[in-house]
């Protein structure tokens, strides 16, 4: 090979190298700008409006006015029973979205807190539990034997194909999004939820720390 064309292929593989860092870190940036326009995204901050039609009063810049709402990405999952369900299935309530798999386990680590507060405020918020399931490493039949075996009742879907992921640009788990009523992003955490902070966010969320 002459030394000219040595150099394109060196070029070319650069260029190539850099568009797969630059998809990489876009789809990084994707739920990290969402999560940055939160007040406190590190605690699963949120200002929640209880009811739909009212107006999102998000004030992430501190200054008084209220941010313009940020529209939670819709994507479409599976049941257990192969139904196709999507978030925007579930508008006019609101939302909390966690993004698990059985092999983590920091996500298994937060699992009964989600179980309990499921119990709690089930009726009032929409639970959507979504298992990164590629097939391979995750598949139905390990999650239904892992959901026997705890004996946990929340909603799970299945994300057979990505979408769900793709949607968040979710690179590592667990991930957990909040949506309000009218289908905004209102705050999430990448990473495992301590008890307290899911409880309290979900109290933001139904709308009961509204209530005196």
Known sequence: MSQKKQVLTAVLLIVALGLGIWL?????RRLSAQLDATPAAS?????VTPSPGAETTNDPAGDGEAADPVPAPDFTVLTLEGESVSLSDFAGKP????????????????????????????????FMMVDLTDGGRETQETVEDFLAETGYAFPV???????????YGIYSIPVTVLVDAQGNFVGGQVGALREDVLLRALDSLSGRDKID
């Open 95 to 126: 939302r909390i979205v966690n993004f698990w798999a059985t092999w983590c386990p920091p996500c298994r680590s937060e699992l009964p807190a989600f179980a309990a507060a499921w119990e709690e405020y089930g009726d009032e918020v929409e």
């Open 157 to 167: 879907y299945l994300d057979t194909t990505g979408q769900a992921a793709n949607a």
């Open 24 to 28: 990489a870190t876009l789809l990084y």
């Open 43 to 47: 605690t699963v901050a949120a200002e």
